[in-house]
């Protein structure tokens, strides 16, 4: 992070801590639904755990990096825009919690013909969350390489869509009760937001690596 923290290591160290937990979470969540849709539900429970683990880890790393900035005055110039990148890049981390959480207390049945359309669906919308930190992490060391991360995350959350797309197609022209169907579609919808919040941390990034530039 040379272009913004030449001063202090701690606060760099944080913050690559910090996107280190999005990228490990994304992992545990691959993991955890694989688990889920092969009924390993103890694998799948100690994934959960885990995971929910990392999102308080990130917590207190966020909430530490705030303070560092703010009372050693640190990049004043570009402080609220790296807040920023931090807190919406928290949502990210959030929400592939919240969804795994859901896993466990509704305990969704997912038919078995759409069981790999599911972990494609998962593939694609952590894609995107590795490819937002992969640009976050460029804006404080590389920043020519902000825009390569962007378009592929909005190339994955493109994916991501098509995919859920297909899984609701499948689901609505099978026989099986329409709660069912309401039931695998909400699922569907809780994975794509991984992929839309994934993509509007990359519409900050954009406007935040344009002033850097100016």
Do not use: W
Request: with cysteine.
């Amino acid at each position: 992070m040379a272009l913004l923290f030449k001063n202090t290591k701690l606060v760099e160290l944080q913050i690559d801590e910090y996107l280190d937990q999005i990228v490990q979470g994304g992992l545990v969540f691959k993991e955890g639904v694989r688990f889920y849709l092969e009924g390993r539900s103890e694998e799948f429970e100690t994934h959960l755990a885990l995971l929910r683990e990392m999102e308080n880890k990130a917590d207190t790393l966020r909430r530490n990096i705030e303070s560092q900035l703010y009372l050693r005055t640190l990049i004043p110039e570009s402080r609220g825009d790296v807040l920023g990148l931090l807190e919406s890049a928290d949502k990210v981390l959030n929400i592939i919690t919240d969804t795994l959480l859901e896993f466990s207390v509704e305990i969704p049945s997912l038919p078995t013909e759409v069981h790999q359309q599911f972990l494609d669906l998962v593939d694609y919308a952590i894609n995107c969350s590795e490819h937002t930190v992969g640009g976050i992490r460029a804006y404080f060391r590389n920043l020519a390489a902000v825009r390569d991360h962007i378009n592929k995350v909005q190339l994955y959350r493109r994916e991501t869509n098509r995919m859920a797309e297909t899984i609701k197609r499948t689901i609505f022209r099978r026989r099986m009760a329409l709660s069912r169907k309401i039931h695998v579609r909400y699922f569907s919808y809780h994975v794509e937001r991984i992929a839309e919040q994934a993509d509007d941390v990359c519409d900050r990034l954009a406007i935040a690596a344009i002033k850097k530039y100016e």
